[in-house]
Nanobody
Framework: QVQLVESGGGLVQPGGSLRLSCAAS????????MGWYRQAPGKQRELVAT???????SYLASVKGRFTVSRDNAKNTMYLQMNSLQPEDTAVYYC???????????????WGQGTQVTVSS
């Protein structure tokens, strides 16, 4: 079994910063791609940032220059450093990972449970 656990969410004032973590544990051979999504009330889930095993990253246009995604392969953990947060960044943030497990030829996608980020004065 594989688990993804997010942490680091909370309440922050506009202009503030938060750092989210997504830790994968369990029967893991390798992790190919990892990503952060968010879902605000009444809106569809949107892709915020991705990072693949070679280090290539991509971002949602509205967070470019403010958010930075990174990963520590030795710890099977991905991070999202969020700076200059704005009220429109308020959402539940989810991580996912495409994970190779022993005995499989293709990766399976796993999701975390989500962590709330609220930006408000």
């Amino acid at each position: 079994q594989v688990q993804l656990v997010e942490s680091g969410g909370g309440l922050v004032q506009p202009g503030g910063s938060l750092r989210l973590s997504c830790a994968a544990s369990g029967s893991i051979v390798n992790i190919y791609g990892m990503g952060w999504y968010r879902q605000a009330p009444g809106k569809q889930r949107e892709l915020v940032a991705t990072i693949i095993i070679g280090g290539s990253v991509s971002y949602l246009a509205s967070v470019k220059g403010r958010f930075t995604v990174s990963r520590d392969n030795a710890k099977n953990t991905m991070y999202l450093q969020m700076n200059s947060l704005q009220p429109e960044d308020t959402a539940v943030y989810y991580c996912n990972a495409d994970i190779y497990q022993s005995g499989t030829d293709w990766p399976l996608r796993y999701w975390g449970q989500g962590t709330q980020v609220t930006v408000s004065s």
